[in-house]
């Protein structure tokens, strides 16, 4: 049986991917940063500050999967947010690959979170895909910082894989229920101009591309994870409110409030881009929620 380590896994997708990998067969170790669950049996403690992480769990392991990393919708982009925003994305890659190297572990394939951010968040007409520039701002600059400390597996041999993750969407999820609760309390309209783009993918979907990332030996270097449908914020509301019966009138919110409200996060719901999918579906991926009007709210 394969073994994966994987970290972020009490995260929304990390939950949803372990049940995955398990199905598949696969043994599955976790890494956290909580002492209380370091207990349990599969989860192994780690402190990326003190650069230190428990030898145990990497015995066997043939793939890495790297979720962690601090929420960039928690709180108001402070300096030391915009710090640990960062550097619990590089930092953590980088003792991965030290202990990875220290205990000369034959990794078949690291897996990487990334995000469409890397594009930045300027809404203009260009798609971009995956040879597309990077952006100049915040986020983008963390995407470029967060795959660099990937490429580093890369660099040592090891298949190294990029995921670059839209907004991810399903019946629960944090961003979609964000998104519901204006439209539930009758306030249903677009955020800012309501014509940004919103780059997303299904939660199923996204699990099933991280197995398939480390099981396609062909699959290496970024790949976008987002949804074929190109969708702007004002389609994206209009659409689940209809989903929910519940009436699109409300006013947009003006950009300017949302600034206020939210600071330099606000660029999150403002802005946004269109990011192709092809090069993934060229390879014979088949979203099995390929549309909004397929998602559950």
Same mark, same amino acid.
């Given at each position: 049986?394969?073994?994966?380590? $994987?970290? +972020? =896994?009490?995260?929304?997708? %990390?939950?949803?991917?372990? #049940?995955?990998? !398990? &199905?598949?067969?696969? @043994? ?38 790297? $979720?962690? +990393? =601090?929420?960039?919708?928690? %709180?108001?982009?402070?300096? #030391?947010?915009? !710090? &640990?925003?960062?550097? @619990? ?209």
């Amino acid at each position: 049986m394969s073994s994966v380590l $994987l970290t +972020g =896994s009490t995260g929304l997708v %990390g939950k949803s991917l372990v #049940r995955v990998l !398990k &199905d598949a067969g696969f @043994s599955v170790r976790r890494l956290t940063t909580r002492r209380e669950l370091a207990v349990q049996e599969g989860y192994f403690l780690w402190n990326p500050a003190a650069k230190e992480a428990d030898d145990r769990a990497f015995e066997g392991v043939e793939y890495i999967i790297h $979720l962690a +990393g =601090s929420s960039i919708g928690n %709180g108001r982009w402070t300096a #030391r947010r915009k !710090k &640990d925003i960062l550097e @619990s994305r590089t930092l953590t890659a980088e003792l991965l690959l030290a202990k990875v190297s220290q205990l000369q572990l034959p990794l078949k394939a690291f897996v990487s979170a990334s995000a469409t951010g890397y594009y930045g968040s300027a809404t203009t007409e260009t798609i971009y895909d995956e040879y597309s520039p990077a952006g100049r701002d915040f986020l983008a600059d963390v995407c470029v910082q967060w795959e660099k400390a990937a490429d580093r597996f890369q660099s040592a041999g090891i298949r190294t894989v990029k995921m670059r993750t839209g907004v991810v969407l399903a019946k629960g999820a944090p961003a979609l229920e964000k998104m519901l609760l204006p439209i539930k309390s009758g306030l249903g309209g677009p955020l800012g101009n309501g014509r940004q783009y919103m780059p997303w993918i299904h939660l199923d979907d996204l699990c099933r591309l991280y197995l398939r990332a480390i099981c396609d030996e062909s699959m290496s270097g970024a790949w976008n994870a987002v949804a074929p449908e190109h969708i702007t914020n004002r389609e994206l509301m209009r659409t689940l409110a209809r989903k929910l019966g519940k009436p699109f009138l409300f006013p947009p919110v003006p950009a300017f409030m949302l600034r206020l409200l939210l600071g330099e996060m606000a660029v999150i719901v403002t802005d946004g881009s269109r990011v192709s999918s092809r090069r993934l579906k060229a390879t014979g991926f088949e979203f099995k929620v390929a549309t909004l009007d397929d998602i559950e709210v």
